[in-house]
């Protein structure tokens, strides 16, 4: 198993661009979360799936977008990219979704917006 | 709002002494909290959780205690050692049937030395 496998690892963007953060995971996890965390701040939640064709909102939605249309993926879609997203994206999954909170998580995606 | 976080921003420990990070929460609708390890570079890694009717758990080398008084948990390292050195974040799950949400906390560093 490689577990949850995130791609690139680093991005640097321009304001106004698109892209796409590949979110993988081989363990046939029904619940999948992204995550952002900045520096002095803990992780917040952008967006979440408890399976696939069902996404849901975190507590930071705005500006990002995702899909499930199988259970191992769930990429996260920045469509018009600003600096304000410059952060460390992970990607976390668990088997289910009534999870007691142990989640595992992706080595992070590091992007920056100039 | 609600919110998950900690008293100690860093927290310098000699090696082999015990660590104490503390963590301050104010939702009592939480049914888990968890103590999650992250080491510079890569992802958190889940250590334990406790479940909200507990007081305490104990794991190999860790124990969690939650007082849920005055709301407040706490992790503790016994005999830490070199590789204990990382940043430690508390995090407050509530168990919802459209999917969980994990709320984390702002982290605190633990630095041990040699």
């Known amino acids: 198993n490689a577990g949850v496998t995130q791609t690139p690892k680093f991005q640097v963007l321009k304001t106004g661009q698109s892209m796409t953060l590949q979110c993988a995971q081989d363990m046939n996890h029904e619940y999948m979360s992204w995550y952002r965390q900045d520096p002095g701040m803990g992780l917040r939640l952008i967006h979440y799936?408890?399976?696939?064709?069902?996404?849901d909102q975190g507590e930071v939605p705005n500006g990002y977008n995702v899909s499930r249309s199988t259970t191992e993926d769930f990429p996260l879609r920045l469509l018009s990219a600003a600096p304000s997203q410059t952060s460390v994206y992970f990607c976390a999954s668990t088997p289910f979704k009534g999870h007691t909170g142990e989640l595992f998580f992706g080595e992070g995606s590091r992007l920056t917006v100039l | 709002g609600e919110s998950v976080g900690l008293h100690l921003p860093t927290l310098s420990v000699q090696e082999g002494d015990n660590s104490i990070i503390n963590c301050a929460y104010s939702?009592?609708?939480?049914?888990?909290f968890i103590w999650y390890k992250q080491e510079s570079g890569k992802g958190p890694q889940f250590i334990i959780d406790?479940?909200?009717?507990?007081d305490k758990r104990q794991g190999q080398r860790v124990t969690v205690l939650l007082n849920k008084t005055v709301k407040h948990l706490s992790l503790q390292i016994a005999a830490t050692q070199p590789g204990d050195s990382a940043v430690y974040f508390c995090a407050e799950n509530i168990i919802k049937a459209a999917g969980n949400k994990l709320t984390f906390g702002g982290g605190t560093r633990v630095l041990v030395k040699p």
């Open positions: 939702n009592s609708a939480s049914d888990y």
């Open positions: 799936s408890v399976g696939a064709g069902i996404t």
């Open positions: 406790i479940r909200s009717n507990m």
